[in-house]
C-alpha cells in the first residue's frame, strides 16, 4: 500500500467525555478527549489538557474532578462545553449536577456513567498538562447496567476525531477481545494459536 | 435517574491500536487501547502499558515505537497481539513491517495508519508506565485520504470496552464538532449560544 506522509500533528479516535471541575464554588464542565486509564492498581485516569484552561485553575482549587461520560442525546450541551470558557460562562446550570463521596467533584446526572477523582499530581508539558486522577468511585445510572457492568450499547457514547471535527455514534459489536484473535491461522497451516 | 456505584476499577471506551516496537533486532506489536494524545505543541502521545510487558524493555532499547490503527479487517491480527506476549511469541511475521524517518520504530503496511514516535519520558506508577513519546512523522495509506485528511469512515476503526472485553465499529456520523453545540437553547428563551 502507497503510504503519504501527513504530518506529526495526527490524532487517534478519542471517546467523547466532559471534565467536571468546582471552582469559585460552581460547578464547571468541559469537552475532553485526551483522556485514558492510566495505572491499573490503583485506579488512574489521565486527562490532558490546555494549560490555559479555567479547568486548569479549577482542579488546583479542590483536588478532585470527574470525568462524566455522555450519551448521544447529550450532543449538544457536550460540544456546548467545548466550545465557550468556564471563565466567561457559567455552565453550572447546563446539567443537574450531584457529589460523591469527596464532596467537591461535580457529575452530571443526565450522563449515564460519572466517575469521581481524586487528584494525584499534574504532570507538566509545553501547551497541556496531565492531570492525573485516581478514581474513588463511579456512578451509573441503573438503566446502564447489564450483567452487573456497564451497558454500552445503552449508553450510547460518542467519539471524536480531529482534524475533520466530526463526532461519531458507537457502531456494532465487532467480536470478543481477549477471544477473537485465538481463531488466528498463520501461514499455510490450521494451527489455532494461543 | 438513580444511580448505582460501581467502584473505582471502570473503564471509558477506548481506541484500538497497536503499540510496535523493536527489540532484539525484531519488531513486537502489542493491543493498546489506553492511549491519548497529551500535547498539542510539540505532539505528544502517551501509551499506558503494564511494567512487565515485553514491550516496556523494548521502548528502552530503541526509544522509537509506534502506534498504528488497525481497521476491523484486522481484528483477529489486533487480538491476537494482545493474547500472546513477545517474550514467548515472535510476532514479527503476523504483518508487512516498514520503517520511517527513525529507522527503528516498526510500522504496519496493513494499518491504514502509523503514528512514528520518539521516545520523550517514561512516567512510572505502580503498576503500569506511561510511555509519553513526541509524533515525528504519520504514514497514511494513500486510499485512506480524503479532504487532505485521514477518511475515519474509510479507516475503519475499532473501540474496545471493558469489562465486557467487546470490540465494536465505528458507527454513524453524529454531527460536528465546535459546531453542534451552537444551536443549543438553554432555558426558555430562543438565543443561540456562542
Known amino acids: 500500500m502507497e503510504k503519504i506522509n501527513m504530518g506529526a ?37 489521565g486527562a490532558a489538557i490546555n494549560k490555559y484552561h479555567y479547568s486548569s485553575e479549577g482542579i488546583r482549587e479542590n483536588e478532585t474532578f470527574s470525568i462524566n461520560i455522555p450519551s448521544k442525546d447529550l450532543i ?38 460519572s466517575l469521581e477523582c481524586k487528584l494525584v499530581e499534574i504532570y507538566e508539558m509545553q501547551s497541556n498538562e496531565l492531570i492525573i486522577g485516581e478514581i474513588v468511585e463511579s456512578y451509573l445510572g441503573n438503566k446502564y447496567i447489564k450483567d452487573d457492568a456497564p451497558d454500552i450499547e445503552k449508553i450510547d457514547p460518542l467519539f471524536l476525531t480531529m482534524p475533520d471535527n466530526n463526532y461519531w455514534t458507537l457502531g ?21 494459536y494461543v
Chains 1, 2 share one sequence.
Open 76 to 113: 449538544k450541551e457536550t460540544d456546548y462545553c467545548g466550545l465557550v470558557s468556564g471563565r466567561e460562562t457559567d455552565k453550572s446550570e447546563i446539567f443537574n449536577v450531584f457529589y460523591g463521596k469527596t464532596g467537591s467533584a461535580p457529575m452530571i446526572e443526565e450522563c449515564p456513567m
Open 9 to 45: 500533528n495526527v490524532f487517534i479516535p478519542m471517546p467523547v467525555t466532559l471534565l467536571g471541575i468546582k471552582i469559585g464554588g460552581k460547578a464547571n464542565f468541559m469537552a475532553l478527549g485526551w483522556v485514558s486509564r492510566l495505572n491499573a492498581s490503583p485506579p488512574l485516569i
Open 172 to 192: 456494532e459489536n465487532a467480536g470478543k477481545a481477549w477471544d477473537v484473535g485465538k481463531k488466528l491461522k498463520l501461514g499455510d497451516d490450521d494451527t489455532e
